[in-house]
């Protein structure tokens, strides 16, 4: 974009300049696009960047700051693109750059800031860095790009230590030699496809300085960090058994045990895993911070990391590391007042002692969408939902969960995050047929965890349409429910009290009431299941118990979750008043 007028919308402006304590990231609300499910261009069942540019508008009418889009490079897709085979190119399968070209000047021509995903802990094997390593002898510089180690036992054959892989399976496959004996080993902390690389190679991270600048010079204003907590491992790489039921990597049970998104031990009484949450993972970002900071505008780094505690994470977001960091701790919390109360709380704390904004988070690609999460009890985050499923969730309490969560969510400062499909109300698919699934987690366990493919459905834009309006074939990758049309776009659209009017209206009066710049005082007496507090010019009360509570006398209603009943506020009920 050339800024050689006024500048026309506030992203324009910014790009004029930094605005330290000011930049948008700070306060701003993020849409995630999962590039396979959320529109599709040339009809062959997988959403594209050419279908993604067709509905930006649609984005801009919700009215969200920023866009950030799962990977969509060059890759076999043995996880969905996260499984990078060129960094610097996009899979034939979503387009071309020129097509990516077309998407940003009119995500930035709408307004719209636009984030891409870094994965830099693993790339794919397909990846040339990774076939010249197999290529090349042990103790090449090439091997060295990646974990390569010598297997333990007189003739090597077993795995050099015992860790596990988050899919399920050991975290070590060994390669054939190119003279056809059986080599080394190389780790993978996912699927075998997915090579980690050695990050305290010089080598590997001029590789990466290389990548952030190549989507830097193209436009973006910032990246998503794929598993910011896995880079660095510690030295020598020890053999680690994680706590029984404890939900590090690899271990059984708990409702903290999410196999993807493995729980980081940095309890005083728990080890530190030794291949997360290591220190040597802050050189990193205080490198990338200054990549960033070289080009004008304000970019931002949000990092993916499974850390807690919250305190911990904290130091994430230094002021000269990255700039946000996922919230999952408030992503896992139950639907439970005095839980959510200590999540905020320790959440502002944490984050402001270091100056970075907050970030607040209900769902993603990769966790039970939390239209059904909220009404589950002893669910395992990442083992997913399906037809054999003890657990199955009330759909109508789900959804009226969520709308109290997310109508909470949105009045807390700082920012935050929204997944494709969230503002639609969309649960999560508990009914796919075991042979339309593709999460490796449902492959690498023999089908015992279902996996992530329930919140990756393409979702439903025209009730009436093909595909329900993904494409115009009828195509899709993930077969899309029979009962889907009355959560289409167009079937909510102007229709009051809608969950896609709700986040309009929410969305709306957030930015206009400035709340996510606000701060948040908390207020009392309204008894122990009703979250209260004020954020600069309102009053929000979310009602998590069961029954009915008055609202305050006077109480001017702004928006809430549901319909109110005279002056209560019912039950799994959020409401912003004025104050
Ligand atoms: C991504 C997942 C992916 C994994 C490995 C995660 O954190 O969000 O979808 O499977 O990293 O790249």
Redesign the pocket.
């Known amino acids: 974009m050339t800024i050689d007028s006024a500048p026309e919308n506030e992203l324009e402006a910014d790009l004029a300049g930094t605005t330290t304590g000011r930049e948008w990231w700070r306060t701003a609300v993020i849409y995630q696009v999962y590039p396979r499910s959320f529109a599709d261009g040339n009809g062959d069942g997988m959403g594209d960047l050419v279908g993604i540019t067709r509905r930006l508008p649609a984005l801009r009418e919700l009215g969200v700051d920023a866009v950030w889009f799962s990977p969509f490079f060059t890759s076999p897709q043995n996880?969905?693109g996260?499984d990078v085979a060129d960094y610097c190119d996009i899979d034939p399968l979503f387009g071309t750059l020129d097509d990516f070209d077309r998407m940003i000047a009119e995500a930035h021509d709408l307004g719209l800031r636009v984030i891409v995903d870094l994965?830099p802990n693993?790339s794919s094997t397909a990846h040339r860095w990774f076939q010249e390593a197999l290529a090349a002898p042990a103790g090449s510089p090439e091997r060295a790009r990646y974990m390569f180690r010598d297997g333990k036992g007189a003739d090597g054959s077993l795995p050099p230590n015992n860790w596990q892989s988050v899919f399920g399976g050991s975290a070590w496959t060994r390669i054939t030699e190119p003279d056809g004996t059986p080599g080394q080993w190389y780790l993978h902390l996912?699927d075998a496809s997915?090579p980690d690389f050695d990050w305290n190679n010089p080598w590997v991270r001029e590789q990466f300085r290389g990548v952030l600048r190549f989507w830097l010079d193209r436009g973006v204003d910032g990246f998503r960090v794929?598993?910011a907590h896995g880079m660095i491992k510690a030295e020598g790489l020890p053999d680690y058994t994680p706590p029984e039921g404890s939900g590090s990597m690899g271990g059984a049970g708990g409702v903290d045990d999410i196999g993807?998104?493995p729980e980081i031990s940095v309890e005083e009484d728990e080890p530190t895993p030794p291949y997360w949450a290591q220190e040597g993972v802050h050189d990193i970002f205080r490198d990338w911070h200054e990549v960033l900071a070289a080009y004008d505008g304000d970019r931002v780094l949000c990092a993916?990391a499974w850390v807690d505690p919250l305190s911990k994470l904290a130091d994430w977001v230094r002021p000269d590391e990255m700039h946000q960091a996922f919230n999952f701790a408030y992503l896992e919390t139950p639907w439970s007042a005095p839980a959510l109360r200590r999540v905020i709380t320790d959440s502002l704390d944490a984050f402001t002692g270091v100056g970075a904004p907050s970030t607040w988070v209900l769902s993603n690609?990769?966790v039970i969408r939390h239209a059904s999460r909220l009404a589950m009890q002893n669910h395992v985050q990442g083992h997913g939902l399906g037809p054999k499923s003890t657990n199955k969730p009330d759909p109508a309490l789900g959804l009226r969960r969520a709308r109290a969560a997310t109508t909470l969510m949105l009045a807390l400062p700082g920012s935050a995050y929204v997944y494709q499909g969230e503002e639609l109300g969309l649960p999560e698919v508990v009914d796919l047929p075991d042979e339309a699934r593709q999460d490796p987690t449902w492959f690498r366990t023999n089908g015992e965890r279902y996996g992530r493919d329930g919140c990756r459905v393409p979702i439903p834009w025209e009730a009436d349409a093909p595909a329900y309006g993904f494409n115009d074939t009828g195509a899709s990758w993930l077969p899309q429910p029979a009962e889907w049309a009355t959560f289409a776009r167009d079937a909510q659209i102007g229709v009051p009290g809608s969950t896609l009017e709700l986040y309009r209206l929410l969305l709306e009066q957030r930015r206009e009431l400035d709340l996510g710049s606000g701060s948040l005082q908390w207020l009392e007496g309204y008894g122990e299941d009703v979250i209260a507090f004020r954020n600069g010019a309102i009053t929000v009360l979310a009602n998590v118990g069961d029954v009915p509570v008055e609202l305050p006398g006077g109480g001017d209603v702004l928006l809430a979750s549901e319909p109110l009943d005279g002056s209560t506020l019912p039950a799994d009920t959020t409401a912003w008043l004025r104050s």
Do not use: S
């Open positions: 996880d969905a996260y994965v693993h996912f997915q794929d598993v993807l998104e993916e690609h990769d």
